[in-house]
Structure formats: structure tokens, C-alpha cells
């Protein structure tokens, strides 16, 4: 149980106050309510070109880092479809250098050609990395766009195409800015050795003084249903072929979300799941396989990926894919198999809340879905899951006509050989 106060300031900005004293360490975790699902479709990978930006200073501060590290602090951020988060922890006495900073960056971020050139080139090489030149790295940019056809979850965090970066102008970096990141749409976390009088006085003291800015009304196209399997075929020298399997799944905060949840653990949750026991172990048709589930805000997806064994046909691997599901939607679990995920997805959720940072995020994540104390009754709603729910939602998330699959095939450059004068 993760204790919290909260309070709202007259800017809107929305703070939650988390007192640990057997932590000589503070943190602050500041979420803003943007991803890459607010960007649209001919400019995309401004969210996460943003979380780089963040740390070209700001008109007060050119180089963020320095004042953190020389008070022994340390941070970073990440960017998903729903959200950017930035944190840091530092020694609780110097809580109040993280709170200049933090607040500086929000209000008087600095906009120069030179940061944004910068910043512009390190995320095109990212981009070129991590998704053009790494092995299956290419995979989400051809799924997303496969299993979503309306809604912006089709692209990925980093973009849809390399070039809305590198053509990304200031004036349209300035105008994402203003619409995003200001106090009425952020969250701040301020967790550890410090009392809850002394946090408000610093929020205020620091992010007080904050316009509200306008706030941003989300309007995003809903992802209609779908109901035929869609299947793209791609190749690539990589080293195996490989399955991606899609499943559209319900919204982070709706009932069915823990029921489906707990279908992905049954499939592909570690070695003594269905997927792993029959198709790796017994089959040797994969040489890995696992089910997850995306966690989205909005309605998200169910994912089985799999590698296979050198020689093993792909249609072969798909169909006995789908054969596992389908059992899962004939018999109903029995309730061994059902409170072994459910201990394990619990166990996860009691791990997730040892360290400091990780109560920090999840109580801010709480709030944006609506209530912070939302990290507290996870546990409860896992174990009310019966297996009549896993069934009924299995019948209705894995019907192949809710299916996109993408085979990914191996296919081995030949080498050139020197003709023999």
C-alpha cells in the first residue's frame, strides 16, 4: 500500500506527496499528458524529440545536467504513446535544486536553432539504429500500422517516417510545446525524506509562479473494430524468421483489462507458459515465444512474438499458434493455472513498488487514469478474475478476425564470392 497526500495548485498543476523517511534519497517525477498519440499524421516523433529537448536547457540554465550532478542527483525520461515522463533523485536535502530545475524547464525552455539542430540529429540516428539498421528493429513500424488504421497509436514513438524530424521547423516545435507542456497538463511526484508541509511549500515556492496555460482538449479518432485477419509478409537478413501476432484488447482502465492481462500470462508469461511448454520445449517449432499486452490508455493490443527454429515453416509456427488460442477459447482454465498468474502478476505489482522511483511513477500514472490510489487496488481486481472471464474474454480477443500477424522471414544475403583467376 503506497501512502500519498495531494493537493492542486491555483495553476492547475496536480501534485501528489509521497513521505518515505527510510530513504535518505527525494525524488520528483514530472508527467506530462502527451505522446505520440497527440501528434498528427504529417508530423510524428515530436513527443519523443521533445523528451531530447527538454535537456538542451532552458533560457535560466544552458546545460540541465551540471547544477543535478554537482548535488549528487541524477535523471532522465521516457516517451510512450501515452505520456512523456521526466525524473530525477537526489539527496533529500538538495530536493529544492530539482525543483528549480524542473520548474525552470517548464517555464522557460529555451528555443535555439543550434539545441534543436542537435537535438534534431541525435534522434535521426536513434531512428536509423534502433529501427532501420538493427535486426527486426522495423518490426513496430510495419505492425502498428497493420493492426491500426485510424487511430495514431499506427505509428511509433519515434515517428512514422525519419523525415517529419529531420523537416521539423522551430515554429512547429514552439506551437507543440505551448500546447503540451505547461502546469494544466502535468503531474508532479514528489516522493521520499521530505515531509508533505515542506513539498508544498517548495511546489509553490517553484512552480507557482507558472502560467496555466490553455488546456488541451484530446480529440482522437476512435480504431474501429475489426472483423477479418489482416497479414503482411516482410523479409529481411536477420538471423531467424519470426511471428508478430496483434489482438486488439480494451483500454487500461476498463473491466475486462486485468482478465486480458492474465490471457497473455497464461499464453506466453515465462517458461511454464502454454506457448513456451508446447511450441519451444515440446514442438521445438520456436526458439522463444511470449504474450504481452501493451498497458495503453486507449484501446491497446495483445502481442505474441516468436522466434523460430532455422527450417520451420512459417505457416506451420502460425497455426499452431493459433491452435493454443483456440484451446484457450473451447476449455475454460482451471483454477491452478489461473492463481498461478494471478500470484505472478501480483508478485510483480508488490516488486514494483520497493523502489521509490517506481511509487513515484505509478502514483502519477494513477492520477492520469483518474485516481492515484489506482496502484492500490490492482492486487484486489487480479484476484477477482474467475475463469469464466478468461474465457469469455479470450473468445472475444482472440478470434483470428481480431488478428493482424506479421511474418517475418529470414532470408540470408549471399555472400559474394572473388571469381578465381
Same mark, same amino acid.
Request: proline share 5%; aromatic share 8%; net charge negative.
Given at each position: 500500500?503506497?501512502?500519498?497526500?495531494?493537493?492542486?495548485?491555483?495553476?492547475?498543476?496536480?501534485?501528489?506527496?509521497?513521505?518515505?523517511?527510510?530513504?535518505?534519497?527525494?525524488?520528483? %517525477?514530472?508527467?506530462?499528458?502527451?505522446?505520440?498519440?497527440?501528434?498528427?499524421?504529417?508530423?510524428?516523433?515530436?513527443?519523443?524529440?521533445?523528451?531530447?529537448?527538454?535537456?538542451?536547457?532552458?533560457? %535560466?540554465?544552458?546545460?540541465?545536467?551540471?547544477?543535478?550532478?554537482?548535488?549528487? #542527483?541524477?535523471?532522465?525520461?521516457?516517451?510512450?504513446?501515452?505520456?512523456?515522463?521526466?525524473?530525477?533523485?537526489?539527496?533529500?536535502?538538495?530536493?529544492?535544486?530539482?525543483?528549480?530545475?524542473?520548474?525552470? =524547464?517548464?517555464?522557460?525552455?529555451?528555443?535555439?536553432?543550434?539545441?534543436?539542430?542537435?537535438?534534431?540529429?541525435?534522434?535521426?540516428?536513434?531512428?536509423?539504429?534502433?529501427?532501420?539498421?538493427?535486426?527486426?528493429?522495423?518490426?513496430?513500424?510495419?505492425?502498428?500500422?497493420?493492426?491500426?488504421?485510424?487511430?495514431?497509436?499506427?505509428?511509433?514513438?519515434?515517428?512514422?517516417?525519419?523525415?517529419?524530424?529531420?523537416?521539423?521547423?522551430?515554429?512547429?516545435?514552439?506551437?507543440?510545446?505551448?500546447?503540451?507542456?505547461?502546469?494544466?497538463?502535468?503531474?508532479?511526484?514528489?516522493?521520499?525524506?521530505?515531509?508533505?508541509?515542506?513539498?508544498?511549500?517548495?511546489?509553490?515556492?517553484?512552480? #507557482?509562479?507558472?502560467?496555466?496555460?490553455?488546456?488541451?482538449?484530446?480529440?482522437?479518432?476512435?480504431?474501429?473494430?475489426?472483423?477479418?485477419? =489482416?497479414?503482411?509478409?516482410?523479409?529481411?537478413?536477420?538471423?531467424?524468421?519470426?511471428?508478430?501476432?496483434?489482438?486488439?484488447?480494451?483500454? =487500461?482502465?476498463?473491466?475486462?483489462?486485468?482478465?486480458?492481462?492474465?490471457?497473455?500470462?497464461?499464453?506466453?508469461? #515465462?517458461?511454464?507458459?502454454?506457448?513456451?511448454?508446447?511450441?519451444?520445449?515440446?514442438?521445438?517449432?520456436? %526458439?522463444?515465444?511470449?504474450?504481452?499486452?501493451?498497458?495503453?490508455?486507449?484501446?491497446?493490443?495483445?502481442?505474441?512474438?516468436?522466434?523460430?527454429?532455422?527450417?520451420?515453416?512459417?505457416?506451420?509456427?502460425?497455426?499452431?499458434?493459433?491452435?493454443?488460442?483456440?484451446?484457450?477459447?473451447?476449455?475454460?482454465?482451471?483454477?491452478?493455472?489461473?492463481?498461478?498468474?494471478? %500470484?505472478?502478476?501480483?508478485?510483480?505489482?508488490?516488486?514494483?513498488?520497493?523502489?521509490?522511483?517506481? =511509487?513515484?511513477?505509478?502514483?502519477?500514472?494513477?492520477?492520469?487514469?483518474?485516481?492515484?490510489?489506482?496502484?492500490?487496488?490492482? #492486487?484486489?481486481?487480479?484476484?477477482?478474475?474467475?475463469?469464466?472471464?478468461?474465457?469469455?474474454?479470450?473468445?472475444?480477443?482472440?478470434?483470428?478476425?481480431?488478428?493482424?500477424?506479421?511474418?517475418?522471414?529470414?532470408?540470408?544475403?549471399?555472400?559474394?564470392?572473388?571469381?578465381?583467376?
Amino acid at each position: 500500500m503506497i501512502q500519498f497526500k495531494e493537493f492542486t495548485l491555483d495553476n492547475e498543476l496536480r501534485v501528489i506527496v509521497h513521505e518515505d523517511h527510510t530513504s535518505p534519497m527525494a525524488v520528483l %517525477n514530472v508527467l506530462y499528458d502527451v505522446g505520440s498519440r497527440d501528434e498528427v499524421e504529417e508530423h510524428t516523433g515530436f513527443a519523443h524529440l521533445f523528451e531530447h529537448l527538454m535537456f538542451s536547457g532552458s533560457v %535560466n540554465i544552458p546545460v540541465y545536467d551540471e547544477p543535478l550532478q554537482r548535488v549528487g #542527483g541524477e535523471n532522465n525520461a521516457f516517451t510512450s504513446p501515452d505520456i512523456t515522463n521526466y525524473y530525477l533523485t537526489v539527496p533529500a536535502q538538495n530536493i529544492e535544486t530539482g525543483f528549480w530545475l524542473e520548474s525552470d =524547464r517548464m517555464m522557460d525552455l529555451a528555443f535555439s536553432d543550434h539545441g534543436l539542430e542537435v537535438q534534431r540529429k541525435v534522434v535521426v540516428e536513434e531512428f536509423k539504429q534502433n529501427y532501420l539498421n538493427q535486426p527486426y528493429g522495423d518490426v513496430w513500424l510495419k505492425l502498428r500500422p497493420l493492426a491500426y488504421k485510424n487511430h495514431p497509436y499506427k505509428w511509433a514513438t519515434i515517428g512514422k517516417e525519419i523525415s517529419h524530424i529531420e523537416d521539423a521547423t522551430m515554429d512547429i516545435v514552439k506551437a507543440f510545446h505551448k500546447k503540451h507542456y505547461s502546469p494544466s497538463n502535468a503531474i508532479l511526484v514528489v516522493a521520499g525524506n521530505i515531509t508533505f508541509d515542506h513539498a508544498k511549500e517548495l511546489t509553490e515556492k517553484w512552480f #507557482g509562479p507558472i502560467p496555466a496555460g490553455e488546456k488541451y482538449e484530446r480529440h482522437i479518432p476512435n480504431e474501429p473494430k475489426q472483423n477479418e485477419p =489482416r497479414v503482411l509478409e516482410t523479409s529481411s537478413d536477420v538471423p531467424l524468421s519470426a511471428i508478430y501476432k496483434t489482438y486488439h484488447m480494451p483500454h =487500461r482502465t476498463h473491466d475486462d483489462y486485468y482478465a486480458v492481462d492474465l490471457i497473455s500470462d497464461i499464453l506466453g508469461r #515465462g517458461k511454464s507458459s502454454r506457448l513456451y511448454e508446447q511450441l519451444v520445449k515440446e514442438q521445438k517449432l520456436f %526458439n522463444s515465444i511470449s504474450a504481452s499486452v501493451t498497458g495503453s490508455i486507449e484501446p491497446g493490443l495483445l502481442i505474441i512474438q516468436g522466434k523460430l527454429n532455422e527450417g520451420v515453416d512459417l505457416q506451420e509456427a502460425n497455426a499452431a499458434i493459433e491452435k493454443i488460442n483456440q484451446e484457450l477459447m473451447d476449455t475454460p482454465v482451471d483454477e491452478h493455472e489461473l492463481n498461478k498468474v494471478k %500470484n505472478q502478476a501480483e508478485t510483480s505489482l508488490v516488486f514494483s513498488e520497493i523502489e521509490l522511483l517506481n =511509487r513515484a511513477m505509478n502514483l502519477a500514472y494513477g492520477k492520469l487514469l483518474g485516481d492515484a490510489n489506482f496502484v492500490n487496488t490492482e #492486487g484486489e481486481k487480479i484476484q477477482a478474475i474467475t475463469p469464466q472471464d478468461i474465457q469469455r474474454c479470450a473468445r472475444e480477443i482472440l478470434d483470428p478476425n481480431n488478428c493482424s500477424t506479421l511474418l517475418y522471414k529470414a532470408e540470408k544475403k549471399e555472400k559474394e564470392v572473388a571469381a578465381e583467376v
